[in-house]
């Protein structure tokens, strides 16, 4: 643990965190928009549309709504900051060649992600309901549900990978996220299995949900509850939520490359990566938004299942 | 710093459209503006769905005793700087219910308006232009 931030490392770290993932991820964005407008027959905005988005929104007015609790409303954008630039730290860390030694990493890394993605919801309904606006608690009750609902099949499909490192090496190396690389690293990636298959499925659904696309935008329904959650925001907290959005667009998909994927240890995995962005985007694109009702039913009564079959797979070795 | 702001309000410009008891022709036209055939996006223009996100009103209809205080409110909720843009005969200068019981004027008498589009609808290219005339006094 001492070496763990150190020296060069903390301030790569650092510039990584809070510069590099942000304008990744507000470049993604910007492919969001463009293969969108495409899809649409339309032209799409120029690349530089979320920077001045950002920008703008930066040095607008910031509105605190009467009866709010200021400090609450004004902090929870940034708790999902933190978690993100932490859950990019971890992959970082667990990426870089440096953990496959396994000496820097600690035991409950998958653990500590899993609680470090569940800030962002969090802060999303925390805010919201700060906000003292109705609009806003109906779409702060629906996060809920939908983090209820995407976060069972999300564990099992974590545990995939686990199940399978644990049976040939031991639990503490599966817990870590190095520990998965290394394994694939040695014995090939765990996508290539039938239970891979289904976790990846699993997984990228629960990006959909994650990230508030189309299927699954139920929490901040824009033409419906007028943005839902975000509906108080203004100003620089709204371009902090924007931007931890644009964090978790590249985070998530990095995160299905590292724990199923074969890790990012090779030129392959920008290529994965744009190929899950191109397949988010694409089932945003043709999906018309579900009622949280029928959202909840599709991932407990039908990704859950699916969930254990794949984990019972996984036992069996396949 | 000036800069940088007026750049980013003239590239991303959000609206929210304020429906003020307008026919429909005019609202029809806007959301015209976000169609694949006109598509605003390309110069950042998105509709959003609160007047938090709002950089400029398009305020539609003629205003009348019921609506002029919603538009009062909308506007007072939209963080400054903001745009006004009356879309519409009806939002510039009352048309046909210039003289009716109900009406209280136009727009320009009770907020700051940036740019009128006459017209019963307007063309969305007069939409289009009006908004970069409008930007273009920032």
């Known amino acids: 643990m001492s070496s763990f931030l150190s020296g060069w490392r903390l301030v790569i770290a650092f510039i990584g965190t809070l510069i590099v993932v942000p304008v990744a991820g507000l470049i993604l964005n910007w492919v969001d928009r463009f293969v969108s407008a495409r899809v649409q027959w339309r032209k799409g905005p120029p690349f530089y549309q979320p920077f001045a988005d950002i920008l703008k929104l930066l040095l607008k007015q910031t509105i605190v709504p009467q009866g709010a609790s200021r400090t609450v409303f004004l902090l929870s954008p940034l708790v999902g900051i933190a978690g993100m630039s932490l859950v990019a730290l971890l992959l970082f860390f667990s990426n870089t060649g440096l953990v496959v030694a396994q000496k820097t990493s600690f035991i409950g890394d998958i653990i500590v992600l899993l609680y470090l993605l569940a800030l962002v919801p969090l802060s999303f309904i925390v805010g919201a309901s700060a906000s003292r606006n109705p609009v806003a608690a109906v779409g702060a009750s629906r996060e809920m549900t939908l983090y209820l609902g995407y976060e069972l099949p999300f564990v099992l499909a974590l545990l995939v990978p686990i199940v399978k490192v644990a049976q040939r090496w031991d639990v503490a190396s599966a817990l870590r996220i190095g520990g998965l690389v290394a394994y694939q690293q040695q014995y090939g990636p765990f996508l290539y299995s039938v239970s891979g298959v289904i976790a990846a499925v699993i997984i990228l659904f629960t990006i959909q949900a994650k990230l508030g696309y189309v299927p699954f935008d139920i929490p901040e329904a824009e033409q419906e509850i007028m943005s839902g959650v975000l509906v108080e925001y203004s100003g620089a907290p709204l371009a902090a939520f924007r931007i931890t959005r644009a964090m978790m667009f590249v985070l998530l998909p990095l995160l299905l490359i590292t724990v199923l994927w074969g890790g990012i240890t090779d030129w392959w995995a920008i290529l994965k990566f744009l190929l899950i962005v191109v397949l988010v985007v694409l089932m945003k694109n043709t999906n018309p938004r579900l009622r949280i009702d029928q959202a909840l039913g599709f991932f407990w009564f039908i990704l859950a299942p699916l969930g254990i079959i794949a984990v019972v797979l996984a036992f069996i070795g396949l | ?138």
């Not at chain 2, 003289?99 to 006459?118: L, Q, T």
Request: hydrophobic letters at 40%.
């Open chain 2, 1 to 138: 710093m000036k800069d940088l702001r007026l750049w980013g309000l003239k590239k991303s410009p959000w609206v929210y459209h304020v429906a003020a008891a307008s026919c429909n022709n005019c609202d029809i036209e806007i959301l015209e503006l976000l169609t694949p055939r006109y598509d605003v996006e390309r110069f950042g223009v998105v509709l959003v769905g609160s007047p938090r996100h709002a950089d400029a009103l398009l305020v539609t209809g003629v205003i009348n005793r019921k609506s002029l205080p919603r538009v009062l409110e909308v506007y007072e909720q939209t963080p400054k700087p903001c745009l006004v843009i009356a879309i519409g005969t009806c939002a510039c200068n009352c048309h046909i219910f210039r003289n009716s019981y109900n009406a209280v004027g136009p727009y320009d008498k009770h907020i700051p308006v940036h740019a009128y589009i006459p017209g019963c609808p307007p063309k969305p290219e007069a939409m289009i232009m009006g908004v970069v005339k409008a930007l273009s006094k920032l």
